[in-house]
């Protein structure tokens, strides 16, 4: 091991000693430094022996993961790649479903009586930032996904107003005219859907178009049934949408599936564009055009955010509001119109 | 809690005092009593103190769930029922993927350094049983899938033989010959895999038919990818499949959309079956005929036999080889042959 400490400290200009220092999460090791050490260990891939380092320091090397559900496609596909980033860290992921249940979120934080995680990365549906940040708690958190204004806690999301006001925008270059928007959650505090119903709007009126409350279809859950229901709402309220810009993946699949089944053409009759990039859209019939966040990159600064807080607790760096790239990748569901 | 613990007491027929005894885990209780007792907690919801039932026991609380992949929305779904119902019986799971890494399977079992679970729910792919249920761990352990002969730990299932063999038998009594099988993993120690050829190679025989080798497609993984790599393959060798039987939902799915690709009817053109009913199946064009198991009683009966284990480690009985309920859902993708 000492020759790998060399190596890192050859690398990042300094001694072993620093090294060692920033290995150990000792504060005495200037940002600057630290930073640059931390980039050598990682371009050299060095594995501290962080059992060790965790019991001196009294962690536990378990970092909590709540989502709200486990068996979306889009929450499976973030998870697996921030367990598999996490192994990285010799970090151990403790996975929790909230199903908007407050008490599981509260559970994640506390443990059973003692402190169970080292900190949270949580996608938050019932408790609000302020609960969830209390530093009475002193486990750090990154959220998913909300915006919260108050920078009660480092955050990481895509640009969900812009991916949205995008998505439409492809639409309407394509000809269509009474796009609906499936995936309101009215009776959640949902700020992901609020934010992607804004970006929708806002490209409707950048092409002239008033939004039309008939075209806006809630949701209850956000899977293939829920976007079934709205599809089937809409055309059976005569709304006669001639695409849909469904808020995940799984509605928008659902909405095919219904369009199919009134033997609507995709996209001649209907244009379908989803949200999540998730691998199922590649492989529906027609394949299915999404937005796509960038998720290794939302595991990675999740992570990275979450260490900077455990190991070095003595910076003070305000809340980081991390925006991660996404790109819209077009295909047949949302071909232009012939007719 | 008195009060409680007397209603439950009154439902089993026994003293108070058996009841606690059974709640903190006491091994003075005679199995049969213990039995009645535990249903009639179940009965009546009982949900003890189990945080300070641990703490005495020198337990954490935390139960481990090993699966080969998060984002595979069997596995996915599966994992939601057992977090879901483990809440029920207030522990933690600790969820990690192990991508056949035999590393990641060990480290779950004895945590960083300490042990870090009460027991642990495994869906093997790179360990062997031996090493898994090796006693000196004295962590149980409860397999997923895998047959194991030796009887080494307790065991949850279906039928993978006979389940294959029904999806099978549906191709042949619409009138398929040609019936191609994709999903065999000769790289890997698949058991799962390998029954479900047997099923299929069964029920061609029941019908005077020979196994064709050139219809027997292996895969790398079970995602749709390889679902439609395998489909190409076969379409390519010339094999001139009329159906398609593939060992997850997801292999089917990818098969389908390169049967769409190729301008191939389904069912007219082509047959084809998945197995694990996930949801996904449902809202494919057309839906999906796939075999369901009964994942709900999966993750109940795995979690009862950790229960078991945990709570009664002086009981002596012989591993478990539990078999779960599965059903055929017939679905448009496998229609009567009507050329």
Redesign the interface.
Known sequence: MSSRLKDVAALAGVSTRTVSNVVSGSASVAEETRARVQAALDELGYRPN??AR??RAGRT??IGLAIP?????YF??L??LI??AA?DR?W??????T?GDPE?ER??LD???GR?VDGLIISPWALGPEELTDRSRDVPVVLLGERQPQGLADRVAVDNVLAAEEATAHLLASGRRRIAAIGLQPHLRNETARQRLEGYRKALRGAGLEPDAALEQPVTTL???DG?AAMTALLDAGARPDAVFAFTDELA??A??IA?ERGMSVPEDLAVVGFDGI??G????PPLTTVVPDKRQIAERALQCLADRIYSPASTVAPLDIVVPHRLDVRASSGRRTG
């Open positions: 962080v059992a965790n019991l090397g378990l559900e486990l068996y979306s496609p499976g596909e998870a697996s367990v598999h192994r010799s151990t992921v403790v996975i929790d479903q199903f599981a559970r994640l443990g059973d009586g169970l899977h293939r049934k079934a699949l659902g095919l599936h199919h691998e199922d590649q492989y529906a019939n």
